[in-house]
């Protein structure tokens, strides 16, 4: 089965300007999750979706990051104005039912500069 | 909420050694623990995961142990081989509430051949 698809693979902005991400998870799974993984640490959970409802965003700084998932299939993830704290790898993972393996996509790699 | 330790950061082991990562963990709650591998530039991969009904799971080289009354939990990898380098992170989440992973820091591994 084809696994979870993430673009852009790289990003590079300055700071204060805006960035979108794409994730589009396995077939059929409902829960979608957005991670943060800064350099040198594990991933952070941002945001978790169940087809097309939020069901965690506390840890996603509301003021700057948004996410979608419209249609309970692909996923955005949007960032406005980016800091230069917010260079990190950004990981999509998918699960079937929430409760299972979560697979990972490739990850977009943000550089603010 | 949940805060998972890993020790050690980094860790180096002549091939065919053994090589063991520990967690530990604070929601005594969690019951669901996953282990993932990460190489350079790529996705984190599942490569053995826990339920807390279980206190040992083992797949060919890698074994998994829980000690749900000290909150820890431990990777073993054994005839270590080069392509076990790679950084590897624990996890811990309670599994009907969305399974939210919260994840450790990672340790960089290194098997010398």
């Known amino acids: 089965e084809a696994g979870v698809a993430q673009s852009p693979r790289y990003k590079i902005i300055e700071k204060r300007q805006s960035v979108a991400f794409w994730c589009n998870p396995i077939s059929g799974h409902a829960t979608l999750y957005w991670y943060q993984q800064i350099l040198g640490q594990g991933p952070k959970l941002l945001i978790q979706?169940?087809?097309?409802?939020?069901?965690?965003d506390s840890q996603l700084p509301k003021d700057r990051f948004s996410a979608e998932r419209l249609k309970g299939v692909d996923s955005t993830l949007k960032i406005q104005p980016a800091k230069l704290e917010d260079s990190a790898v950004y990981l999509c993972?998918?699960?079937?039912?929430?409760?299972?393996?979560?697979?990972f996509g490739p990850g977009t790699r943000l550089t603010v500069t | 909420g949940e805060n998972v330790e890993q020790h050690p950061s980094t860790l180096s082991v002549q091939e065919g050694d053994s090589a063991v990562i520990k967690c530990t963990y604070s929601d005594s709650a969690s019951n669901y623990f996953p282990w993932y591998k990460q190489e350079l530039g790529k996705r984190p991969q599942l490569i053995i995961d826990i339920r807390s009904n279980v206190g040992e799971k083992k797949d060919q080289r890698i074994a998994v142990t829980l000690n749900k009354t000290a909150k820890h939990f431990s990777l073993h990898i054994t005839e270590t081989q080069p392509e076990d380098s790679a950084v590897y992170f624990c996890a811990a989440s309670i599994m009907e509430y969305g399974n939210k992973l919260v994840f450790g820091a990672g340790t960089i591994l290194r098997v010398k051949s």
């Open positions: 993972a998918s699960s079937l039912d929430g409760i299972g393996e979560q697979y």
């Open positions: 979706f169940q087809n097309n409802g939020v069901v965690d």
